[in-house]
């Protein structure tokens, strides 16, 4: 047990579906991101909050929207995926830094696996 | 794009050493993690170097030179459970903007095998 939890677990959606990824940590920490892993590919970075706030976006389409209403909790909205969207969707978090920017270890959730039809 | 070269795949033998090769580009380097992934669970942390030399941790021991742009994870002891991918991931700090860039490299499939 890591210490951050993810739900659902596994999501089947439609392409016209709304939907929201939730993860949760319990280790007091102050930096969360979201990650993408697709088959066979990198892991792709996605959004990164420190200290609540937004600090990292790497040209992640709009039909992606993150929230991060307190240090513990982020969610991940989305809306009108495409099934090239379907992949495995990490959180994880780590201690943060008040200067912002990525230099602590990372501590990962569960997963949601995303299946866009 | 992709800076992190790492094997693809390696197989090994119950009991043996195995050694997982990462280079990276040295422009920016602010660290180098490797995380174990196991198939359709999430990454764990393993190890973190920043300076050059050997960190060991148990079976598994790190190696960094910052000169050559070169990282091993070293496996001892192989176990039937030490199948896994092997992630290498680098810190770079950027430039412009300040702040820094994490980026993973494809993984390296391991498997052990009696």
């Known amino acids: 047990e890591t210490g951050v939890t993810q739900t659902p677990r596994h999501l089947v959606m439609g392409m016209t579906n709304k939907k929201s990824l939730k993860c949760e940590q319990h280790?007091?920490?102050?930096?969360m991101y979201w990650y993408k892993q697709s088959a066979k590919k990198p892991l792709e970075l996605m959004f990164v909050y420190n200290f609540k706030e937004q600090t990292e976006n790497n040209s992640v389409p709009s039909r992606f929207s993150p929230e991060c209403p307190n240090s513990s909790h982020l969610f991940l909205h989305l809306h009108t995926l495409q099934p090239e969207d379907s992949a495995l969707y990490l959180c994880?978090?780590?201690?943060?830094?008040?200067?912002?920017?990525?230099?602590?270890?990372?501590?990962f959730g569960p997963g949601t696996r995303l299946t866009v039809l | 794009g992709q800076n992190i070269d790492q094997p693809t795949e390696m197989t090994a033998t119950e009991g043996a050493i195995v050694q997982i090769n990462c280079t990276y580009q040295?422009?920016?380097?602010?660290?180098l993690f490797w995380y174990q992934q196991h198939a359709g669970e999430a990454p764990t942390f393993l190890s973190y170097?920043?300076?050059?030399g050997l960190e060991e941790k148990g079976r598994f021991s790190s190696f960094l030179s910052r000169s050559k742009g070169y990282s091993y994870l070293l496996l001892k002891e192989l176990q039937m459970k030490d199948s896994a991918s092997y992630l290498c991931?680098?810190?770079?700090?950027?430039?412009?903007?300040?702040?820094?860039?994490?980026?993973f490299g494809t993984g390296t499939q391991l498997k052990v095998e009696l």
């Open positions: 280790l007091g920490h102050n930096a």
């Open positions: 170097n920043v300076l050059d």
């Open positions: 994880a978090s780590s201690q943060g830094t008040s200067g912002g920017g990525i230099t602590d270890t990372q501590y």
């Open positions: 040295t422009s920016g380097f602010n660290g």
């Open positions: 991931l680098q810190l770079e700090g950027l430039l412009t903007g300040g702040g820094n860039k994490l980026t």
